[in-house]
């Protein structure tokens, strides 16, 4: 009982099956305290063996599918994170989000904006001058990759797009910043 005691606190995933020759119900106690998963007493016959471990199994393969599911929700919500951030900025700009909410939801979509000064840039594509051959959302496509490309090592920048508008949210390390980031986006 003290190995378990020592097993269970430095591996308390490791399943234990205590066979015994004690029928002392101290002994079983202190084992349903262990969280010791069988306490059989010897001797032990084959069809009472061959239970043991088939339900030592079931529990087994019950706790490797909960982990699976587990992974696969994890895996979901991270091919899910590019689209719950978009939603987050467009309610971020649309003023859906008290100020007391917004480190909550950045924590949970893996937001990393540290501030302290943020600026919210708007590149609008004219429908009016779109190239030939070009739709209006291939050139907002083309634009957004050029800005990235452009502001990429210069800024802290998150881009999505908003009713056909390409939005760079900015994070800004001093006020010095804003008028910087703003000459650069007028020369782009």
């Not at 101290?26 to 305290?33: C, I, L, M, Q, S």
């Not at 929700?73 to 309610?91: A, G, I, K, R």
């Not at 056909?164 to 007028?186: F, S």
């Amino acid at each position: 009982l003290e190995l378990c005691a020592h097993i269970k606190a430095k591996y308390p995933a490791t399943k234990i099956l205590l066979f015994t020759g004690f029928d002392d119900f101290e002994y079983a106690k202190e084992a349903v305290h262990l969280e010791i998963e069988e306490y059989i007493l010897k001797p032990v016959n084959a069809i009472e063996l061959s239970d043991c471990l088939k339900r030592l199994k079931d529990v087994l393969d019950k706790e490797r599918e909960e982990k699976l599911n587990i992974r696969k929700l994890e895996q979901y919500y991270t091919d899910s994170l590019p689209v719950l951030q978009t939603n987050f900025f467009c309610s971020l700009i649309e003023g859906r989000i008290t100020e007391g909410e917004i480190r909550k939801f950045m924590g949970a979509y893996r937001i990393s904006l540290p501030g302290p000064y943020f600026c919210c840039a708007v590149l609008h594509i004219s429908e009016n001058h779109v190239p030939d051959n070009m739709t209006p959302l291939l050139l907002s496509v083309s634009v957004q990759r050029e800005a990235q490309e452009r502001f990429q090592g210069k800024w802290d920048c998150r881009y999505f797009t908003y009713l056909g508008n390409i939005v760079m949210l900015v994070n800004i390390e001093g006020e010095r910043g804003i008028t910087r980031l703003t000459e650069e986006c007028y020369r782009f």
